[in-house]
């Protein structure tokens, strides 16, 4: 094990250096958006970099638009900014808590809290609001669903392998353990993977953002030239593909602007609303059940006591 993980930490500083390298020099990938594949490909090692090469890595300059229009690739996008923030929120909490010797209960509330915390006020209203209209308030409000829903897919998926695996063996609680931030990266991959369904459904139906190019949308809406607001005047560009790729998650700024804004304007009724919010609700309730199953929420990092694993077997 010691082995695997020495050698998947390896794979992931490569991993992570390319992402970056090619974000930097290559894929006109909107900034906010740059930020969370690295963050991202830091937490999920190889699969974040495969992930990155099939849906966002520019194949030819001018091709960005076309290459990330399709629904599926939106979705990754979208994903991948809700994991930047929400995994690195519950992986700081994670490392404090274990410091500071609280049960895992009280661990996993703190970190739901950080997570849904630093994924709304920082990388959703922060980071878009200028996307969102330029006002901070505003843009809280308009992510606070799609950010909670992502939220509580990620956490249904992220809870029960943290819990289960570090109750399961106390050494995968130490924080200077490879054990443990294997952990992490395996819990961010899960609860990713999970996050995937509900982010297709937001995308769809405008609720989210996915994937944009800043040469079109701004370096996460800073302002931009006329001439390149619609994406004009770029070599290679297939504007229809460009339409189609940005109307998955986006609308054109009001004319006369030369801010390009995100439109969450959305035609999801109330009613479906809440029912996607029961669902998310139920599928984190049951990630918490299996945590509890088969884990041990009371349990703390320097507890000496039976694991409840080995005492169900």
């Known amino acids: 094990m010691q082995t695997f993980l020495v050698i998947w930490f390896i794979l992931t500083a490569v991993s992570v250096a390319y992402v970056a390298y ?18 991202v490909t830091l937490y999920t090692g190889i699969f974040g970099l495969i ?23 939106q979705t ?3 994903t991948i900014h ?3 923030g929400d995994a690195t929120g519950v992986i700081v909490v994670a490392f404090i808590t274990a410091l500071l010797n609280l049960p895992m209960g ?27 209209g330029g006002s901070y308030a505003e843009a809280v409000r308009k992510t606070w669903y799609p950010e909670w829903m992502s939220m509580n897919f990620v956490m249904a998926g992220m809870i029960p392998v943290m819990i289960i695996l570090m109750t399961g063996d106390m050494r995968n609680m130490e924080v200077k353990s490879l054990r443990f931030w294997g952990i992490m990266s395996l819990a961010s991959l899960v609860g990713g993977v999970l996050a995937i369904p ?3 459904w937001m995308v769809k139906n405008k609720l989210k953002h996915g994937m944009g190019t800043e040469r079109v949308l701004g370096k996460g809406g800073a302002k931009e030239n006329n001439e390149n607001k619609m994406g004009m005047d770029m070599p290679g560009m297939d504007m229809k593909a460009t339409d189609k790729g940005v109307n998955h998650s986006m609308h054109a700024a009001k004319t006369g602007d030369n801010m390009k804004r995100m439109d969450m304007n959305s035609y999801v009724s109330l009613k479906t609303k809440i029912t996607v919010a029961i ?3 139920i599928v984190l309730a049951i990630g918490i059940s299996a945590a509890g199953y088969w884990g041990d929420f009371s349990m703390k990092p320097q507890d000496n006591r039976p694991m409840k694993m080995n005492k169900k077997m």
Request: charged share 20%; aromatic share 16%; net charge neutral.
């Open 22 to 39: 090619d974000l930097m020099v290559r894929t006109p990938e909107m900034k906010v958006m740059k930020w969370g594949w690295v963050v």
């Open 51 to 73: 992930t990155y090469i099939l849906s966002c890595r520019e194949p030819s300059p001018g091709t960005h638009e076309k290459f990330v229009a399709p629904l599926w690739k």
């Open 82 to 84: 809700c994991m930047a």
């Open 279 to 281: 669902i998310s609700i």
């Open 106 to 132: 009280i661990d996993s509330i703190l970190e739901y809290i950080a997570g849904f915390a630093f994924g709304l006020f920082i990388f959703q209203s922060l980071f878009m609001k200028d996307m969102l």
């Open 76 to 78: 990754v996008g979208s």
């Open 198 to 200: 509900v982010n297709w």
